[in-house]
C-alpha cells in the first residue's frame, strides 16, 4: 500500500480549542476507526495545552515558523525547525509560540505495536513503512514518479524507495517498524 499526498489537496480540521489546524496525511490501518500509526501536519497558531493521546508516542518536527516552548511535568523543551522531538502522548504540554504561526510534521503510533523514528535525509532511502515529506528539491519512487516540495507518501508492509534528484533536495523521513 502506497499512499501519495499533497499539502494542497488535504483536508483541514480546526482544532476545538481554536488554537491550530491539522491536514491529516495518511492513517494506519486505512479506513480504521482507531488508527495503530498517523501522520499529520499541524498549523499552531496561538499559545495552548497539546491533545492528550494516551497509549500513543509522538514525535513533533517543526517545519516552518518560530521556535515553540513546550512545558509540561519535569519538562521544558524548545521546538526548533526540523529537530524532531519525542514523547509520550498523555504528557500534559503546553505550548509558547516565540513568534508568529508555526507548522509541524506529527507522527503518533500506538504504544505496543508500532515504533517510529524520524530524521532529515539528503541521500537514497528505502524501507518498508514509513512516511517521506519533500521539504526541498525533488525525490524519485523506483516507479519513477517524481515528488516535488510538499508532498510526500505513506507506505505499509512494500519495500519502498526514494531517491533525490539534485544536490538541494531534502526529505523528513519517518521509519516505522512493528513492535515484536
Known sequence: MITRFAYADLAVSRWRNGGGETRELIGYPPGAAS???RASIATLA??????AFPGIDRIITLLHGD????TGPGVQHRLTPLQPWAFAGELALDARLEGGNSEDFNIMTR???WQAT???VTDA???PHGVA???AGQWQLADGERLEVQHGIGWADQLTGLRPIGANARLLLTRLSRVP
Open 35 to 37: 488508527f495503530e500509526w
Open 46 to 51: 496561538q499559545d495552548g495545552p497539546f491533545s
Open 67 to 70: 521556535a515553540v516552548i513546550l
Open 111 to 113: 504504544r505496543g505495536k
Open 118 to 120: 524520524v530524521e532529515v
Open 125 to 127: 532511502v528505502s524501507s
Open 133 to 135: 515529506w519533500v521539504l
